[in-house]
């Protein structure tokens, strides 16, 4: 009775979450005269749809069960419809946080455009978080590839919101290629579903592959949702599209649409294909390393904060993928306990990343609005002119680096045991490949905070390099809220961990049949537990009063120097030159030259040195200094690819040749091909 | 609960005070085997004194992350050294975070540490900080191998656990495994605590400055807390290495007798390891910067290998 009740409000809610989006989306393009009311619908029904969104994921989580609806179309094969079961709702929640906080934040980064743009940018932007929530949700596969169309399309339509400036319609257009070179594997993936059930839904997709057919469905849909969650080497759209898209848009790309690639890998190898081959398993751990190292790489020497903030993505991608890796090769070997505790930290990691995704990229919009510009070159002294960004701002630097007490910590804890426990779960020399990428984990944590301090230290901190930072402005106050939600949510995710993981029980329920939240948690709530054999314990809420309180003991300790006013504020040591100028400081470049140096096999950077000078070369009139990287995968995979196609496409113009009777001979042609191919026997 | 209490506060008192202590050990000894006479095994309590009473003065272009930084250095190292046994095989806040927690908490001082340096907006400041992030970013995979080596044998990230494990087998630091992970962990405590030939702690030489020009801005109490906070580091570093690999004498149980045994041959072994710090130091002659990748990598090796071999011995 209780249980009926809750399904049909869940379904209910469900249906409103889409409706509030759609009103969203129309009633901003319908209001395309009166910019402040469009801005008011868009961000009303954003919110409204984001807040219902939650609730009705939470409840779904909370009570494990599964509602589903189908209306029929009418349209052969095309049945719409949805069904959210645990593993999408802890999608959808992520999603509807992150639609609370955007939204929230697109009323005030908005204000500046004209009516009619800011109309295009809230109808694409309630669409994008429609067709979101359908991705998340469809049950069949055609009803997915046309939701994963949309998004696709209205998320096409976002990245190219600034038209005007080439380097936008080029990242456009790769994202737009990119992502249906994916969507033509997603396709082959479905078809070949299809072939071997008979069916196009989702619920019919539970198959136990012969080995070569895994492995064609496993490549077929790795290569599909690839694509979209960025891993290396299909990452390159990511870069590129996420820097020149508009900053709020930026925070949903990276918060959400690259988890709906994660979202179909967990929903094909863990839901649809049976007990996964270890090969496959460790593909995954490989792709998750490798993602996760050169992500980060690539992110530290980025000056382009939001480029930083894209090739950061790809880094976590390859770290929620890690966990995934591992959870696929403890079911392989049927140990449903340590499967359960690595999904556990996969699928934290997808909620963490989609917040402090979502806070930073935000800061880096309120930067960008601050200053009018994204080159950390000319940041600086950011901090004493935009003191709340700035604190936000180090809230998500301090969580994506997974620093505890923070909620990147949390995720990141339960892969290392994740990885450690693999060691042990089997005799065979696989087992080392377990704590070598527990230590590869532990160099991308430690060159992401690398990363980090560069990105907050080298924008916030010291002088200010341009005369756009130093008349940076604090942005408008609801910009300013929509980043205090997503920085709460790190907060309260990493403290009160303990008090959350046992809502992933219905999802690991759902997916490997085992509820292991209890073993998780001990000591009330308050230590966090590994659940392997001894394993290991932390105790976040622990770790945060007793920093809080250590903090309390160095500012007693010091206090005979504070608080006797014994202090004088004078100049930075200059070497004895007058005047410490921001010249002098060090700059984004130059705080990542070691490990450009270090890594140069990677990088290969290549630099060009002019001087002048009169006399003597030691001492210059003028310097001109060049210094450039080489995007690897650009220019040595993608670039020969792209000119062989061009090539071919170049020869296949021979076929246009313009006549009608040409054309009339292809139809027939066809026909007849069509026909002998329908009348085989 | 209190005795929870209790031990934290005793190992609290026992951090704060010997720190300084071994770091006037290493710099007397190694100032002897120097043929100098060196200042004291007791100067760096009077150095602390003295910094906590003098005057600060604080850059104009800085925020308050420079304010923060020193408290945070300090205030993590303390709440490691809670995490690791020292005298008792059981440390007072084990079941509160492992070897994990011991290493992204230091990171987190770490990166603090790394801000404050930028805030100032000197050259020197980004200069230390760039290249202190650098060297620990590179230093922290090797740890995590040794690390793991031990833990793996353990099958635990409680530290507590690790060193239970570790005194149930006396001899087990002769087994090749525990060896080189031991030599691996000993390369990252030089390059952690900024030792030669990775770093050189007394120079102020512009050009090879690492932690010391990240720091250069610092004066009076937050100075203090900075090098208060480092001896600290130092001192959970040497804990780990002698703690995990030679558990001789930790005591098992709260009793006085078994507490002296603790603490003397706690004391012992932190002498003769700073022994072999200070040989190491005398030895060598400080790396490039450039070359210190390589050491790193020789720890990485090093680590892969202690855990090869533990699957095959």
């Not at chain 1, 209001?31 to 609730?55: E, N, P």
């Not at chain 1, 590869?440 to 341009?466: E, N, Q, Y």
């Not at chain 1, 604090?474 to 809220?481: G, R």
């Not at chain 2, 008192?13 to 120097?34: D, E, N």
Request: hydrophobic fraction near 55%; include cysteine; proline fraction near 4%.
């Amino acid at each position: 009775m209780l249980e009926g009740l809750i399904a049909t409000l869940i379904a209910n809610g469900w249906v409103a979450v889409l409706l509030a989006y759609a009103a969203g989306s129309m009633g901003s393009i319908l209001c395309l005269r009166t910019a402040s009311l469009g801005r008011l619908l868009s961000t009303g029904f954003g919110v409204a749809g984001g807040l219902l969104q939650v609730w009705v994921s939470l409840a779904t989580i909370l009570e494990g069960n599964t509602v589903s609806w189908a209306v029929p179309s009418g349209v052969p094969f095309l049945d719409i419809g949805l069904r959210l079961d645990p593993l999408s709702a802890i999608f959808t929640l992520a999603l509807g946080a992150v639609a609370i906080a955007v939204s929230v934040y697109s009323f005030g980064y908005t204000s500046a455009l004209t009516a009619g743009r800011s109309a295009i940018l809230g109808f694409f932007f309630n669409l994008e978080l429609l067709s979101l929530s359908l991705v998340f949700t469809a049950s069949n596969a055609f009803f997915f590839l046309i939701a994963w169309e949309v998004m696709a399309l209205s998320a096409y339509c976002l990245v190219s919101f600034e038209h005007h400036r080439e380097a936008t319609r080029d990242a456009g257009i790769l994202f737009f290629v990119m992502s249906h070179v994916g969507t033509g594997f997603l396709i082959a993936g479905f078809l070949v579903l299809h072939s071997m059930t008979g069916s196009f839904e989702f619920a019919n997709f539970h198959v136990t592959p012969a080995p070569l057919q895994y492995g064609a469905l496993f490549s077929l849909f790795l290569l599909g949702f690839g694509v979209k969650a960025g891993i290396v080497p299909l990452h390159i759209w990511l870069p590129a599209a996420h820097p020149v898209a508009p900053s709020n848009v930026s925070a949903l790309m990276s918060g959400i649409v690259v988890k709906t690639g994660i979202y179909g890998l967990l929903r094909v190898y863990f839901d649809f294909l049976g007990k996964p081959p270890q090969w496959a398993a460790l593909v995954i751990l490989a792709v998750g390393v490798s993602s996760g190292l050169l992500g980060v790489l690539y992110a530290l020497i980025e000056k382009d904060l939001k480029r930083l903030l894209a090739y950061s993505t790809i880094e976590n991608v390859g770290i929620i993928l890690m966990g995934m890796g591992a959870s696929l090769f403890f079911s392989s070997i049927s140990k449903p306990g340590l499967a359960a505790l690595a999904l556990a930290g996969a699928l934290a990691h997808i909620v963490n990343h989609a917040m402090f995704k979502t806070l930073l990229f935000l800061g880096a919009g309120s930067v960008l609005h601050g200053t009018g510009t994204r080159d950390m070159e000319r940041m600086g002294g950011l901090l004493r002119r935009m003191p709340a960004t700035a604190i936000l701002f180090l809230i998500g630097a301090v969580a994506i680096s997974g620093f505890p007490p923070l909620n990147g910590f949390v995720s990141e804890w339960f892969t290392y045991q994740a990885l450690l426990a693999g060691f042990g779960s089997t005799p065979s020399l696989t087992k080392l490949v377990f704590p070598v990428a527990g230590a590869l984990l532990a160099l991308t944590g430690a060159l992401a905070a690398t990363a980090f301090v560069k990105a907050f230290g080298i924008s916030f901190l010291a002088l200010p390099r341009s005369s756009e930072s130093e008349h940076a402005h604090e942005s408008h106050w609801t910009m300013l809220v929509g980043m205090a939600i997503p920085a709460l949510s790190c907060v309260a995710l990493g403290v009160g961990a303990t008090w959350l993981l046992p809502a992933l029980d219905s999802v690991t329920a759902q997916l490997l049949g085992v509820r292991s939240s209890a073993s998780f948690v001990t000591s009330h709530g308050l230590v966090l537990n590994s659940g392997a054999l001894h394993g290991g314990t932390v105790s976040i809420p622990m770790i945060a009063i007793l920093l809080i309180l250590l903090s309390l003991t160095a500012i007693l300790i010091g206090s005979a120097g504070f608080r006797r006013a014994n202090r004088r504020t004078g100049p930075a040591w200059d070497c004895g030159l007058p005047g410490l100028t921001a010249e002098n400081e060090y700059t984004a470049t130059a705080f990542s030259k070691p490990l450009r140096m270090i890594f140069a096999a990677l990088y290969q950077p290549k630099r060009e040195i002019q001087q002048q000078f009169d006399i003597s070369p030691y001492y210059p009139k003028s310097v001109l200094f060049e210094s450039e990287v080489e995007q690897t995968f650009e220019s040595r995979l993608y670039k020969p690819l792209k000119d062989k196609v061009l090539e071919r496409a170049n020869r296949l113009r021979a076929i246009q040749a313009g006549s009608i009777h040409a054309y009339l001979a292809y139809i027939f042609l066809t026909l007849v091909a069509l026909l002998l191919f329908g009348a085989r026997p | 609960m209190s005795k929870m209490l209790l031990a934290s506060i005793f190992q609290l008192i026992l951090l704060l005070c010997i720190s300084p202590l071994i770091s006037g050990i290493i710099k007397t000894l190694k100032a002897r085997l120097q043929m100098r006479r060196g200042p004291g095994i007791f100067q760096p309590y009077r150095d602390l004194n003295k910094l906590l009473r003098k005057q600060m003065v604080i850059p104009e272009t800085a925020s308050w992350i420079f304010a923060a930084a020193p408290i945070m250095v300090f205030a993590t190292s303390v709440l490691v050294g809670l995490l690791v046994p020292m005298i008792t095989a059981e440390a007072p806040l084990s079941l509160f975070g492992g070897v994990l927690a011991v290493v992204y908490l230091l990171g987190l001082g770490r990166f603090f540490l790394a801000l404050g340096g930028l805030d100032a907006g000197s050259s020197f400041g980004g200069l230390g900080s760039s290249r202190e992030m650098t060297i620990s970013a590179l230093a922290e995979p090797a740890m995590m191998l040794a690390i793991f080596t031990v833990a793996l044998s353990a099958s635990s990230t409680n530290l507590s656990e690790v060193v239970r494990g570790a005194i149930g087998q006396s001899w087990r630091f002769l087994v090749p495994s525990q060896m080189l992970a031991f030599a691996a962990l000993f390369i990252v405590l030089i390059a952690e605590t900024g030792r030669i030939p990775v770093d050189n702690p007394a120079t102020h030489l512009e050009l090879t400055m690492i932690h010391e020009a990240m720091i250069l801005e610092y004066s009076g109490p937050y100075l203090a807390l900075i090098e208060w906070g480092a001896a600290v580091k130092q001192l959970i570093l040497m804990t780990l290495l002698i703690n995990i690999f030679y558990p001789f004498g930790l005591s098992l149980e709260w009793n006085a007798a078994s507490l002296a045994i603790g603490c003397g041959s706690y004391l012992l072994k932190l002498v003769i390891l700073s022994v072999l710090i200070v040989l190491v130091e005398t030895t060598n002659a400080k790396m490039r910067l450039f070359r210190v990748p390589e050491l790193l990598a020789v720890a990485f090796v090093l680590g892969a290998l202690a855990l090869i071999s533990t699957f095959l011995f």
